[in-house]
């Protein structure tokens, strides 16, 4: 199989980039506009291999985007490119409905567009694996059950909204089109090359440094936690056994405060730079942003069940490997850490 990854040197992306390899496919293509979030680097074991090839590109330019399906000629694409920091959304809204709107048109208009120039077997087997998030179904009570597919959307930030706007689009043009697209929607992601903006990440980073680690609000908003490669696998599993037009949601059932998730990293902390502990006494409360969501929750039952997939990851083993990772990996992370700082406000989702 030929694969075009859409944001492939982002977090997500590149695990889905190293699951693809893995597997051994036959032709890898990483389409990607190397942002402030992505990371050369992140790939650089694959730059010399036939199998993989990158085009570096913004997916909201409909000429490069077409330039790169003829040059790789993908049966399948998996859309992963997008702005994803939720303070970021506040601060500068703009180049969120741009980037993930503007450029999931544009993906899926330059997608059929190729379809329609495969021949009818090639046509029929054709995927378009469009990635999103639990944030388009907005906040859970604390006694909701979690989101499920049919669950309403709500989105409540800039961010959000994107992301729900584009998810409209991709099921639009299945509908409209008959582009055989299959709709994820992720719980949060934790593991390596994450970008040092996001709460795991910078609480770690800032721990290793001695430095405070700033918690918004009371720390009690809740997430579920998916170990990235996890993730990547479930990715994998929609586009082998997903039907075109439905939709996976793809979670760990691993519920955590805030405040739980930097507990368990100032354990690991502890463990591997006792030079800077305790880490528990550099955790401080901060005001919160505009509109936390208070809590997100995923029922992965129907992936699991359908595509075969299951959540492997132990949380407080793999915050443990995350730890480690970062530890390990300061040639990756500093200079995006030089370029922006440990910022105090920046916690990701």
């Given amino acids: 199989m030929r694969v075009l990854v859409t944001g492939g040197c982002g977090f997500i992306g590149s695990a889905v980039v190293r699951a693809l390899m893995a597997r051994g496919v ?20 694959f730059e010399d291999r ?28 998996l859309h992963l490119a997008a702005e994803t920091h939720v303070d970021r959304s506040i601060d500068g809204p703009g180049i969120f409905i741009e980037t993930n709107l503007g450029g999931t048109q544009v993906m899926l208009e330059a997608a059929e567009d190729w379809r329609r120039s495969l021949s009818d077997a090639e046509a029929e087997a054709f995927r378009f694996v469009h990635v ?6 907005g906040a859970l009570g604390p006694e909701d059950p979690p989101f499920v597919e ?29 582009l ?9 992601n934790y593991g390596p090359y994450q970008h040092p903006e996001k709460l795991i990440p910078l609480m770690i980073l800032r721990g290793l440094a001695g430095e405070d680690m700033p918690v918004y609000g009371d720390g009690l908003q809740v997430r579920d936690w998916l170990h990235v490669d996890d993730h990547a696998q479930g990715l994998l599993a929609a586009l082998d056994k997903g039907r075109g037009g439905d939709t996976y949601l793809i979670g760990a059932r691993a519920e955590r405060t805030n405040l739980e998730i930097v507990a368990g990293i100032c354990t690991a902390l502890d463990g591997v730079a006792p030079e800077t502990a305790p880490h528990a006494g550099l955790l401080r409360h901060v005001p919160d942003r505009p509109g936390h969501d208070r809590r997100y929750a995923i029922n992965p039952s129907r992936a699991e069940r ?8 132990d ?11 970062y530890r390990d990996h300061a040639t990756w992370w500093r200079p995006m850490v030089e370029a922006g700082g440990l910022a105090r406000r920046g916690q990701g989702r």
């Fill in 180 to 188: 055989p697209v299959i709709v994820t929607n992720c719980s949060n």
């Fill in 150 to 178: 049919i669950s309403p959307y709500r989105p409540r930030s800039p961010y959000a909204a994107s992301k729900a706007g584009a998810d409209f689009l991709a099921r639009a043009w299945h509908e409209t089109y008959g």
């Fill in 50 to 77: 036939a199998e993989y090839a990158f085009f570096q590109a913004d997916v909201r330019d409909r000429a490069a985007v077409a330039a790169a399906l003829e040059a790789l000629r993908p049966q399948a694409i």
């Fill in 132 to 137: 999103s998030t639990d944030e388009v179904f």
């Fill in 315 to 325: 949380l407080t083993e793999g915050l443990a490997r995350t730890v480690g990772w």
């Fill in 26 to 45: 036959e032709r890898v293509g990483v389409l990607d506009a190397l942002t402030y979030a992505a990371n050369p680097a992140t790939l650089a074991a």
């Fill in 306 to 313: 359908d595509l075969g997939w299951r959540a492997m990851t």
